[in-house]
Every structure is written in structure tokens, then in C-alpha cells.
């Protein structure tokens, strides 16, 4: 069993990006062992990956007669990994998916880790906002990053007139300072080291407007699901059986997880994978298992994003994924 060397910097720079796109090359023009199988990750170890990290540590993997590897990592182009076969698999979200769909590239979705997107905004919690409507619209700042479907959905959909709306800086530092300002953020991430800092913040959930992708989403391309069902169908069954026994106890992941990602102690590991629980484990999970997807929630999300001008015709939505179990 092997792990990725991560890069140390959270989302920030454009030298590291850089070298992530350079490595992520390399990664597909080294020698590839047969039987192994990667996952990239668009991120670093963090909990929303906990039910990987839990089946790599707990063996689930090769339980389930598989040898997984990981690679990736911030600014990964994990959609064009998948699609040139730089990687095996992949970690995006469902709006990526219908995007590289509409644009011709053969990639399915696999397994839906968060059934409640983890995106939101956050402002301070001082100013009393009972709504994401009126934070947005409230006079102030809103760092966003800019051209991403979610932002182009809430300006179709709020007048955001009365917000500044400036780029989002990868970083709490303004917020902190400034009470007027409402930023961007992953529930499991930049709330919880705002309050840490001090702060107050509070949190609207994006999918409270209705736009509300599946995230952290296992993908693959198409041939490779057609080709190798076997492998993919016990992947995610693994996949299913390590989010359930991280969901259940996440303490022993979570402290391989802080060595792989010195950045984030313990603390922020737990308040974290707590955060998560309620986004990842619903309603619909209870009914259908854990990284479930329905085709209702893909033919909204496909519409949404035509409707904002993302993509052009909307596809038969059981085109964009493969149901766990089936």
C-alpha cells in the first residue's frame, strides 16, 4: 500500500498549481503497474476524504481484491487526468461531471460522498442575518472565487447590487478583521479555524438556493466502467464500507491523516469530520446507502446549469452516473 506526497499549501499559489499540473504530467507518463489503480484527489488529506483514508488504512481495499494508490492534491486537473487516462479515478463534483460531459468528455460518477454540498458563505454572525438571501442582500464585501457555476447561479438568482464582489483570497485574514465581509467557504474547513481564531461566523449553505451538487464525487471514464465493472463495483463497495466505519469512529483515520497533512492538527480533524456527518449521512443514504445518487438530482442540477448558460442540451440524466450497488 502506498500514499501520495502532498503539497503543503492550501489552494494558494499559482507557482504551486504549476507544479501540481507538471507532477500530475509526470504521473501519467511514468511506468504503471497493471494492477494498480489510482485515485486523485482534488485536494489534500483531509476528512472529506476520510472514508478513502479509512479504507486504505483499515485494508478495505484489498479486502475487496484491490490495490489502490493515491495521488493529486490541491490544483490537480483531475478531469483531465481521468479523461487521458493519467489516472484511474478520480475526485470531483457533480457540476465538473455534466461541464466535461457537455464538452465531449466521457466521464461518470461513481459514488457521491456529500449529498448536501459542503459549500457556503460565511459572515459574521453579529450582524444577524437569518437567511442567505439576506446576507446577499446586505451591504458589503463577498469574496468569491469569480466564474465558478455557483456564484453564476446566486447572480442569476439574488441581486447581489448592494455586495462588492471581489475574489476570494484563500484566506480568512480579511474576515477576521473586517465585520462587513462574508466570504466562501467548505463548512469543514474555514469556519472552523475562524472560530478558532475568535471569531463568530456564521454559515448559509449555497444549496439552500437550490444549487446543491453532489461533492466529493468518485468519478472514472466511461470505457473504463464498461471494461473493468468487476473492479469498479468492488471499489465502491470499499468505498461504502470505509465511509461507514470512518462515519462510526474516525479517530484512527483521522491520526494517519494528520501525518500525511501536518497543516491540520487533531482538533481540526475532529471538529471537522464532525461537521461533515450531517452532509454526507441523510435521508437518502438511510434509504439507499452511503454515496447514493438519484437521477432527479442530476437532471436538476443539469438543468440549472443550462439555464445559466454553463452548458447547452442536458443529456439523459442515468448518463452522468453509475449507482453504487447496481
Known sequence: MTHATWPGSRRHSLVLSLVLVLAAAWVGCRHQDRDRLEIALNWKPEPEFGGIFEALHDRIFEANGLDIELSGGPGAPVIQMVVAGRTAFGIASADEVVIARARGSDVVALFATYQTSPQGLMAHAERGFDSLAALLAAPGILAVEPGLPYVKFLGSRYDLSHREVVP????????????????????????????????????????????????????????????????????????????????????????????????????????????????????????????SMTPERWSTLAEQLKAIGVIGEVEEPTRYFIQPGS
Do not use: C
Not at 468492488?234 to 470505509?242: I, Y
Open 168 to 291: 476570494y483570497s484563500y484566506s480568512i485574514a480579511a474576515f477576521l478583521t473586517d465585520p462587513e465581509l462574508a466570504q466562501q467557504v467548505f463548512v469543514t474547513a474555514e469556519p472552523i479555524a475562524a472560530r478558532r481564531a475568535g471569531a463568530h461566523p456564521q454559515v448559509f449553505l449555497v444549496a439552500e438556493s437550490g444549487y446543491n451538487p453532489y461533492t466529493a464525487v468518485l468519478i472514472a471514464r466511461g470505457d473504463r466502467v464498461r471494461d473493468d465493472r468487476g473492479r469498479v463495483t468492488a471499489l465502491q463497495a470499499a468505498l461504502r464500507e470505509g465511509w461507514r466505519r470512518y462515519l462510526d469512529d474516525p479517530s484512527a483515520a483521522n491520526a494517519w491523516i494528520a501525518e500525511q497533512n501536518p497543516e491540520m492538527d487533531r482538533e481540526s480533524l475532529t471538529l471537522a469530520a464532525a461537521a461533515q456527518v450531517p452532509l454526507i449521512k441523510t435521508d437518502a443514504t438511510r434509504r439507499d446507502g452511503l454515496g
